[in-house]
């Protein structure tokens, strides 16, 4: 049976302690800067990563830093709430590295030489107040120094959200475990079927898709920076692809003319395939043989109640009608059933 992963609770809130989370967790840390104080095996360990996301710990929290196990996670405090996670992957006690990133501690001969190193960093939102009741911590407890939280909060979060990752998606800024998984199946296909095509339009709509992929790619930096690059090459052509059909019909429905407003002020609208992409026919996944739809007319479409019988009609459960916004294009036809 695996042995349990645990989370360690790590301040950030300090001036210093922002400066070392800015150098070398939030962009990370070029491996061949530190790549000399490295042996084979821990470079074995960090595989393919160019950039590395580290922190280190004083001599004081030798005991929690000793505690910590490859795969435990580490939340990092900040101004009342927890705002980064991250999973261990390395650990190694090094004053060579630690100088070289941080330095001395400010007004002391010693530096954080008990170093870590992290992979899967995410931001996240979790209150304190959160940590503290599940932990039973005492309303005044603060994050003073790296610490792993008490079992009675572990027990709670593995009750509460099943696994330490439900916890962190239930608080996630970013890109959930599931978002991740997504992405990583839709990076390595040139065409999306029409389940995927909806599953990319929720995880980008009324995002910046630059930071999303930023995101991404962190937490897949054991994979090398060419396969990265072609990854997100195509979930971006993908992504662009639906957003290019929404802007041009201003998010209305194709067959319907409707669109609503949500609660962020942007207008609301689904793309679908006329044809599926299982078809397999040279531009199947081109915009002429995209539409936008409304909820209801994306469900009747799925289930087969609509048809798109030419380049300005449809049917609805045999039902003609002509479509509010005529398709993308007039080549279009080519790929609709006659």
């Known amino acids: 049976m695996n042995e349990q992963q645990w989370l360690f609770l790590a301040p950030r809130s300090n001036e210093t302690s922002r400066e070392n989370f800015a150098a070398t967790l939030a962009s990370g840390y070029p491996i061949e ?8 095996e821990e470079k074995k360990i960090l595989g393919s990563r160019k950039v590395l996301y580290i922190w280190g710990n004083q001599q004081g929290k030798k005991d929690s830093w ?40 400010p007004g002391k001969e010693f530096t954080w030489e008990y ?41 709670e979060i593995i009750n509460t959200y099943g696994s330490l990752n439900s916890f962190f998606d239930n608080y996630s800024q970013g890109l959930s475990s599931k978002d991740v998984f997504t992405l990583d199946n839709i ?14 339009d929720e995880i980008t709509r009324d995002k910046d898709i630059d930071l999303l992929l930023a995101e991404w790619e962190q937490r897949k930096n054991n994979e090398s ?7 997100v090459k195509t979930i971006k052509r993908n992504v662009s692809l639906v957003k290019q059909m929404k802007e041009k019909f201003k998010n209305e429905c194709q ?34 043989n995209m539409i936008v739809l409304c909820p209801n007319h994306h469900k009747m479409l799925d289930l087969g109640n609509l048809e798109i019988i030419s380049k300005e009609e449809y049917s609805i459960n045999g ?20």
């Open 33 to 40: 800067e530190i790549d000399k104080f490295l042996t084979p």
């Open 66 to 105: 000793n505690k910590m196990k490859i795969g435990d996670f580490v939340a990092f405090y900040a101004t009342r709430e927890f705002v980064y996670v991250g999973k261990c992957i390395l650990k190694k006690k090094s004053t060579e590295i630690a100088h070289q990133l941080w330095g001395n501690v």
């Open 115 to 155: 170093v870590f190193f992290l992979d899967e960093l995410r931001p996240i939102s979790i209150p304190l107040e959160i940590i503290r009741e599940l932990s039973g911590y005492k309303e005044k407890m603060v994050v003073q120094g790296f610490m792993p939280i008490n079992e009675k909060g572990m027990n």
């Open 187 to 200: 990076s390595n296909k040139e065409n999306l079927n029409e389940k995927e095509i909806t599953e990319i």
């Open 225 to 231: 920076p060419e396969t990265i690059e072609k990854r």
């Open 255 to 288: 067959v319907c003319g409707f669109t609503f407003k949500q609660k962020n002020g942007n207008l609301y609208s689904e793309v679908a395939h006329i044809e599926p992409i299982s078809t397999k026919k040279q531009g199947i996944d081109t915009p002429s």
């Open 319 to 338: 039902e003609k009608g002509l479509l509010k916004h005529p398709l993308y294009s007039i080549k279009a036809e080519e790929n609709i059933k006659n």
